[in-house]
């Protein structure tokens, strides 16, 4: 994984590449029954409450500690380009779903050569101060244990996938 930090511009740089095909990768980061497998770094599980992959709608998700808190954020979807690319504005929010400004964009791109694919994701902060604290918070560690479930999830899903 790389992970580049530019406090310069505001933004997180994540590159991750995986030894699956396009389809399988996408579907881990498109669908909540999906994403509800990987999306947080253990000990905390990855709930959805609501979520509408398409332009203009949402994810609702908590992340949830091992004694059950939780710690929401909304995904609102600002652009979809299938298998390629989509976008979207991420923010804390409390559990009724208000949010908790400033947020940030991200935007994910998908591509695949010879069977492997190439996750790039770019995370613009409104702020230098909530960059900062999401650095602080662990965001580097958190994303390296994700993206290891995200790997152990497609290993699975590879293995149960008819003619593999």
Do not use: C, H
């Not at 208000?98 to 613009?124: A, H, R």
């Amino acid at each position: 994984m790389e992970f580049i930090v530019n406090k310069q511009t505001k933004t997180v740089s994540i590159t991750k590449e995986f030894g699956f095909g396009i389809s399988l990768v996408w579907d881990a980061y498109t669908k909540p029954e999906l994403l509800d497998q990987w999306w947080a770094p253990k000990p905390l599980t990855s709930r959805t409450k609501a979520m509408d992959f398409k332009v203009g709608g949402r994810r609702f998700y908590a992340m949830v500690t091992p004694d059950g808190q939780e710690r929401w954020s909304v995904q609102r979807y600002k652009s979809i380009t299938p298998k390629t690319n989509f976008k979207f504005y991420n923010t804390f929010a409390d559990a009724d779903e208000n949010p908790e400004l400033p947020g940030s964009d991200w935007d994910l791109s998908f591509s695949e050569q010879d069977g492997t694919t190439k996750v790039s994701i770019s995370i613009y902060n409104e702020s230098l101060e909530r960059l900062e604290k999401m650095i602080e918070f662990g965001f580097r560690e958190g994303t390296a244990g994700q993206l290891n479930n995200l790997e152990d999830l497609l290993v699975r899903l590879q293995n149960q996938e008819p003619g593999t």
